[in-house]
């Protein structure tokens, strides 16, 4: 009979978070999730009150990322990572985790990270668990990490990519989030512009409080009324979007106008 590992999934994105659960029910003879976490303090706090025998565990969180919630664990269970971090760099993280899944996950891949658990998974909280240096060490070696180039957006069971070049603005409209890309396709996202603005590369830019713009995809900026300014995107319907008033002091002094 195989043994059964209870497990938390730790992911910031909500939608990551529920394809994942989605894809263990699969696994029901080997895998219960018994709980999940949206940051990695929630995480410390969760691992300790449950003691699961396993979590998947982001790397990219905001507030801790997935190696500086490891080394606050005083209870030690498996870990399998994910990720979007490219092959050659997470393969420096193999030796640290019973397995590491590359974001979009693949039913098959996940299947081969479960199938290495039941072989090689320790009894959780025993051994000496996480070799904290060696973890430090490759922190130094990835001292400026491969930065993140898409933004992931559930539509339906799947999450696609939206690489940041393909993405013109994003718009607050009513109580949704909405991305649109240059080709003129409109997405819907989970997450608020104020956790966009704080997880997006610089190149994104908010110009009041219902629109983010991808700098990179600006065509025209005019002067307008009232101290706003006008943004002609290079996008397929030419979107015009006007700056918040009270936006325009830091819009002069970002673009150096």
Known sequence: M??????????DEPAARRL???????FSGSIEVIDEAGNGRKAIE???ALRPDLIFLDIQMP???????????EYKPNIIFTTAYEQYAIKAFESFSIDYLLKPIKEERLEQSIRKLT???KIAGTGPGIDVSGLQEII?????????????IRIGDRIILLRFEQIAYMEAEDKYVYIHTTDGVKHLTDHSLTTLSEKLPAQFYRIQKSY??????IREMHRHFNGRYLFIMDDKAGTRLTSGRTYAEAIRA???L
Do not use: C, W, Y
């Not at 994942?20 to 699969?26: G, H, I, N, P, V």
């Not at 507030?63 to 606050?72: A, P």
């Not at 983010?212 to 995809?217: E, S, T």
């Open 2 to 11: 195989n043994r059964l590992f209870k497990t938390i999934v730790i992911d």
């Open 20 to 26: 994942m659960k989605s894809l263990l029910a699969e």
């Open 46 to 48: 969760k691992i300790h």
């Open 63 to 73: 507030d801790l990322t997935g190696f500086e919630v490891i080394e606050q664990l």
């Open 119 to 121: 072989e090689f998974g």
């Open 140 to 152: 130094r070696q990835l001292q400026a990490p491969p930065k993140a180039t898409a933004l992931p």
């Open 212 to 217: 983010i713009i991808n700098k990179d995809r």
């Open 254 to 256: 970002e673009f150096g």
